[in-house]
């Protein structure tokens, strides 16, 4: 879903950090702050892992990375654009797997927001990831109970 302030997606394509970053760009905003996450060769008492395969439940996901948005958008009303995009599928070690890029008038606004955003977006998506490592695979060790955007 791509609006004119707000971009949210989920793909099974590769995401670009840069691309988010130049999207949410404008003329009125000096600041860009771009974050991506990346799949690492670890978890907690799990070496080598080699990919992740990430699922969820779709028709959840972009209303509820919108509504992050929306959120960030009334904490911050300075924030200019937000992107905030997620991959599906199986992802190898240094894939980027979800992407929070926001611009606003000051540096604060965009650390702030972006921020937000990723903190949200981890704990009320409903995202889940599956980790397979040199010793065996399991679901992720981070996993909870989804939250409220608001909680």
């Given amino acids: 879903m791509r609006q004119d302030e707000v971009w949210v997606e989920l793909t099974a394509e590769p995401l670009s950090l840069e691309r988010a970053a130049s999207w949410v760009t404008r003329p009125d905003c000096g600041a860009v ?3 991506g996450g ?4 670890h978890a907690d008492g799990r070496p080598g892992v080699f ?6 439940y779709a028709a959840q996901v972009e209303p509820r ?21 997620h991959r599906t599928g199986t992802l190898a070690v240094m894939e980027c797997s979800v992407v929070v890029a926001a611009s606003a008038a000051h540096r604060g606004d965009a650390f702030d927001a972006a921020r937000f955003c990723i903190d949200t977006l981890k704990t009320t998506v409903p995202i889940w990831k599956r980790e397979r490592w ?18």
Wanted: charged residues 25%; aromatic residues 10%; proline residues 2%.
């Fill in 38 to 41: 990346t799949v690492r060769d």
């Fill in 51 to 56: 990919e992740l395969e990430y699922e969820a």
């Fill in 65 to 85: 990375l919108a509504a992050i948005a929306g959120e960030a958008r009334v904490r911050w009303p300075g924030v200019g654009r937000l992107a905030l995009w």
């Fill in 134 to 151: 040199a010793g065996g695979e399991d679901w992720g060790q981070d996993g909870h109970a989804i939250m409220d955007i608001g909680s």
């Fill in 33 to 35: 702050v771009a974050f």
